[in-house]
């Protein structure tokens, strides 16, 4: 019952595959934090999976319960959050092509992502087009108070607020307006090897990314040769993009400031600092590879998690389509 009266949080990660250092510091472990004090609907976006062809479907299914037991090992609880897969419950494509209908095409054109995804393709599916009125529905089907994404989401928060507001607009008060909820250090975690581009799983060089249940002897490696510059000191500033990302992922690893990291390393060298980086990252992802390898094994638990968190979030989503298409002017739902 308590539930009830908390604020409400919708987010989710693609099972596009193994989560990097960059998901966990700037989502997965805010949103961790964040269980305890919001009634959350952590859930996983395979549909929005379908956006890039060509992928392997037997390699989705895969993924959706790696990602459930990356989810799992991240600390997301089942006992008090929701933890369900998109395409399970019914709602979210309904409620996307209801708001498809009110938002005005060049808006998606103008999407950030979209441009980005879209550059150099042979084959752009209509799907990555609409992939942001999908994430609209996904929000907005739990009258989501508050999104917690990365800053690369941010546009797309923006933009599920305005169709909000257009629906409001146009039918009458439905949807709450979601705030996005973007954690000021890492919020953009760069690669070890440039660190003027984000860190991400499609990066052609490996050793920018730290997977998070990868081998730590290979985490070690990837942090020690992470790219500096060539002056010394342990500080952020804009010419040292290298020490900054380590200096903000060791303040996120740790739950600590930046300027106290900068402070606590002052007379160190870059080798000594890797190092110390290295040792901490680890020290903190050990336990969660163990929980991982412990859950991967075990499909029918995982099974059991998704098959609760999707019914009580298809209860929700009944509630609120139910409303939405008498708004629209359908005689029923379902
Ligand atoms: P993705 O892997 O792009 O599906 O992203 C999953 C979540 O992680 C989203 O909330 C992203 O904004 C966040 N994220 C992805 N890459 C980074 C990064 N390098 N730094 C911080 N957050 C990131
Ligand atoms: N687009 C998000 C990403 O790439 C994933 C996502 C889909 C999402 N639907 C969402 C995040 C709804 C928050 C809320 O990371």
């Known amino acids: 019952m308590e539930k009830e009266h908390k604020q409400i949080i919708v987010t989710g990660a693609q099972p596009t595959g193994m989560f990097h250092l ?38 989705l299914r895969k993924t959706t319960y790696s990602l459930l037991a990356q989810y799992l090992a991240c600390g997301l609880d089942p006992k008090v959050s929701h933890l369900f897969a998109q395409s399970e419950v019914i709602g979210h494509t309904e409620l996307a092509w209801v708001l498809g209908c009110i938002l005005p095409v060049g808006q998606l054109f103008r999407m950030t ?32 108070d508050c999104v917690p994404v990365g800053e690369d989401q941010k546009q797309h928060v923006e933009l599920t607020r ?59 490696k990837k942090i020690k040769s992470a790219v500096t510059d060539s ?18 992922i060791l303040a996120g690893i740790t739950d600590r400031r930046v300027e106290d990291i900068e402070d606590l390393y002052k007379g160190y060298n870059y080798g000594d600092f890797k190092r110390c980086v290295a040792e901490a990252v680890i020290e ?24 609760e968190g999707k019914a009580f979030a298809q209860e929700r989503a009944n509630r609120m389509m139910s409303k939405v298409y008498r708004k629209v002017g359908m005689l029923q739902y379902g």
């Open 22 to 59: 960059g998901n966990y510091l700037g989502a997965v472990k805010n949103w961790q934090r964040l269980q305890y004090d919001y009634e959350c609907f952590f859930f996983i976006p395979n549909l929005h999976s379908m956006t890039c062809p060509p992928y392997v479907p037997a390699e």
């Open 113 to 144: 992502q979209f441009k980005a995804k879209s550059q150099d393709k042979d084959f752009v599916g209509s799907g990555l087009l609409y992939y942001p009125i999908l994430m609209a529905a996904d929000i907005l089907l739990y009258n989501a």
């Open 162 to 220: 305005d169709l909000a507001q257009r629906f409001n607009q146009t039918f009458s008060e439905t949807f709450v307006l979601p705030e996005p909820y973007i954690m000021k250090t890492c919020a953009r975690v760069h690669s070890l090897q440039d660190p003027t581009k984000k860190m991400s799983k499609s990066d052609a060089n490996k050793n920018g990314t730290i997977l998070l249940f990868e081998p730590v002897d290979a985490i070690y």
């Open 231 to 248: 002056g010394s000191g342990i500080f952020c500033s804009p010419e040292k993009p290298g020490i900054t990302n380590l200096i903000e």
């Open 284 to 307: 903190h992802l050990k336990p969660m590879q163990k929980r991982y390898e412990e859950l991967i094994k075990d499909q029918s638990y995982l099974r059991a998690i998704l098959d």
